[in-house]
């Protein structure tokens, strides 16, 4: 079964750090672009970060720019998601998403994680 | 940044109607616009990618249409399993954006 596991999410303070996970299985992971998207409680949809299969092409939103990571260990079939100065507007649930097409570096999000929620104290 | 604009934010229609959902983009973005369905405290799921292509495994009442700036997102035929909020989503830049939502209800 294709899956996407997220873990990591919590309670943390204004102006402190989270590392999210993303485990994969049911595919080959190495082959498909990655995507973090977020949902902060009650709003739409906000996509927070690309990465491709290679870790060659990687892009971040102006809201996260600097202040978060995203990686990826094809070796262990997981995506990462380091996540530093946090403050309240980061509170949400964050998903990862796969992207749809093998090889390209943007497309729709076909399998999405359960999502795990952040929750900044300020 | 494009921006997109879904239209309406909400609507309440009854079982069997026709439902329609406009998306429209700040600038041309092709055919690369996708449709997702979300039911409250559970994860997006694709529905349409492309503007017209239907996502895997997804029933045959929904559908997708449009190109350029202007797209569409009908439900031929209101289920009430298609209560939910729906999005449009553009890929033709980063960053990647999406529209407001829709949130679709029972009459």
């Known amino acids: 079964e294709v899956q996407l596991v997220e873990s990591g999410g919590g309670l943390v303070n204004s102006g402190g750090s989270l590392r999210l996970s993303c485990a994969a299985s049911?595919?080959?992971?190495?082959?498909?672009?990655m995507n973090w998207v977020r949902q902060a409680p009650g709003k739409g949809l906000e996509w927070v970060s690309s990465?491709?299969?290679?870790?060659?092409?990687?892009y971040y939103a102006d809201s996260v720019k600097g202040r978060f990571t995203i990686s990826r260990d094809n070796a262990k079939n997981s995506l990462y998601l380091q996540m530093n100065s946090l403050s309240a507007e980061d509170t949400a649930v964050y998903y990862c998403?796969?992207?749809?097409?093998?090889?390209?570096?943007?497309?729709?999000?076909?399998?999405w994680g359960q999502g795990t929620l952040v929750t900044v104290s300020s | 940044d494009i921006q997109m604009t879904q239209s309406p934010s909400s609507l309440s229609a009854s079982i069997g109607d026709r439902v329609t959902i406009t998306c429209q983009a700040s600038?041309?973005?092709?055919?690369?616009l996708n449709w997702y369905q979300q039911k409250p405290g559970i994860a997006p799921k694709l529905l349409i990618y492309?503007?017209?292509n239907l996502g895997l495994g997804v029933a045959s009442r929904f559908s997708g249409s449009g190109s350029g700036t202007v797209f569409t997102f009908t439900i031929s035929s209101l289920q009430p399993e298609d209560i939910a909020t729906y999005y449009c989503?553009?890929?033709?830049?980063?960053?990647?954006?999406f529209g407001g939502g829709t949130k679709v209800e029972i009459k």
């Open positions: 049911g595919f080959t992971f190495n082959t498909y672009n």
């Open positions: 989503q553009q890929y033709d830049n980063f960053p990647l954006t």
């Open positions: 990465i491709s299969s290679g870790t060659n092409y990687i």
């Open positions: 998403a796969r992207g749809l097409v093998v090889g390209t570096t943007a497309s729709a999000f076909d399998i």
């Open positions: 600038k041309d973005i092709n055919n690369y």
């Open positions: 492309d503007a017209s």
